[in-house]
Structure formats: C-alpha cells, structure tokens
C-alpha cells in the first residue's frame, strides 16, 4: 500500500528559530499533499493544501508567513514553521492524495521551549 | 457546520472483550463515513468506511453501520485482540473532495492480555 513519512518524528527547538519538516510519499507520486495540525485529545485541523509546482492553499485562521509550505516534488513537500513560538508546539500530521484516496503519515511532534 | 463527536478515551479491554466506540455527526448533504486507526508511531490509515444510509462497513472484525435517523456511525468488534490497541479516529467528507474531511478527536484503545 501507499506509504507516507515525515521527518523529524519529534523535534525540540527554541523560541524564535525555525524549523523544518519534511513529508514524503515513498512509492507513488503525489500531487496534492495536505498537512494538518493536532493538538491534544482534539480533531485533527487541516491547515493547508500543498499542490506540487504551485502555491499553498491555506485555511482560514492559518498565517501563511509563519507556517511556509513547499511543494517542489512529486513526493516531497516541507512545511517550516517561522519564529517558532511555545504556541505552535503540536503534533503536524502530512498526508498525500492517490487515487481519491488520503495516506498519512505517521506526524512529527513539535516542543518548542 | 460539519462536526463529528466520538466517544472519549481512553478505552481499556481485556483481551477478547466486545468493543463499541460511539460516533455521531453534523453534515451538511450526505457525508460518507469513515473510521480510521493509527497504530503506535504509523500514520492514520483507513479501517472502513459506508458511504450511504444503511450501508455496512467492515475489516479485520470490525464494523459500523451508516444510521442516517440517529447520524451515528459506532464502531464495534466482538472480540478485540492485543494487536487491536490503537487510536481509533471517526470521519466524515461531505462531497467528493479529499480536503473536505472533518475528523473526531480520536479514541484512544489499549487491550489487556
């Protein structure tokens, strides 16, 4: 089946830097790639669309200066998340788009101190 | 607005025990239905899914029904294993679009040996 994965798994990083995380669908290409944000014991919240060689589309409420997606492969899109402050620490799950049909992967948990 | 409320975790079993975990929904139009499971450190994937009134869906042993009068979707299993423990998320997509996937909070399943 479809796999997805993202790097880091888990990630620590200071208030004010930036950091950098990677979605990647392993064995098939994917156009459309969507990532979403989870805070404890909640909904997943879908922030944006990653669309491969075109610009992000971002939910209402969601800074698209802070929250930076790239989608410049057919299996890779980034999100970095800017100025990092205690706020944004949360669970980032990516998932990509096959046949109508969403794969996730696993999440990267972001601690920012 | 699209909302889906499922039961609160966590849920503990002991092995072989029947298992429901309770979904209700709000939609506007006719949602399809779909229950997905995360397994420590993977990504969601799809357990099952009804995409009309009284339809049936089913894997590995579980199931859950499509009730349009109760706009209910409560997923069952009569005799849950081990393996089984997981996070167990209720979703709806109203439409044919991906993106338009609203999720439960998820049901956090630990069973007992």
């Known amino acids: 089946g479809a796999v997805v994965s993202q790097h880091p798994s888990r990630v620590i990083c200071k208030s004010g830097t930036s950091v950098k995380i990677e979605c990647r669908s392993l064995d098939f290409q994917a156009t459309t790639m969507f990532w979403y944000r989870q805070f404890p014991k909640q909904s997943l919240m879908l922030m944006a669309t990653?669309?491969?060689?075109?610009?992000?589309?971002?939910e209402q409420g969601v800074e698209k200066d802070k929250f930076l997606i790239n989608h410049a492969s057919l299996t890779l899109s980034t999100l970095t998340v800017t100025s990092a402050h205690p706020e944004d620490s949360s669970f980032y799950i990516c998932s990509a788009l096959a046949e109508a049909e969403q794969y996730f992967g696993p999440g990267t948990r972001l601690t920012v101190t | 607005g699209n909302s889906v409320t499922q039961m609160e975790g966590p849920v503990t079993l002991s092995e072989e025990a029947f298992l429901t975990i309770n979904c209700t929904y709000t939609?506007?139009?006719?949602?399809?239905l779909f229950w997905y499971v995360q397994y420590p450190g993977e990504g969601l994937q799809l357990l099952l899914k009804?995409?009309?009134?009284?339809d049936k869906g089913s894997n590995k042993g579980f199931e859950a029904t499509y009730r349009k009068e109760t706009t209910s979707f409560h997923l069952e299993k009569g005799s849950v294993q081990v393996s089984d423990s997981a996070v167990y998320f209720c979703?709806?997509?109203?439409?044919?679009?991906?993106?338009?996937?609203?999720f439960g909070s998820g049901t956090q399943l630990t069973v007992l040996p």
């Open positions: 009804a995409t009309k009134a009284d």
């Open positions: 990653s669309n491969e060689g075109s610009k992000a589309t971002y």
């Open positions: 939609a506007t139009g006719y949602p399809s």
């Open positions: 979703v709806t997509r109203v439409g044919g679009s991906a993106r338009q996937l609203t």
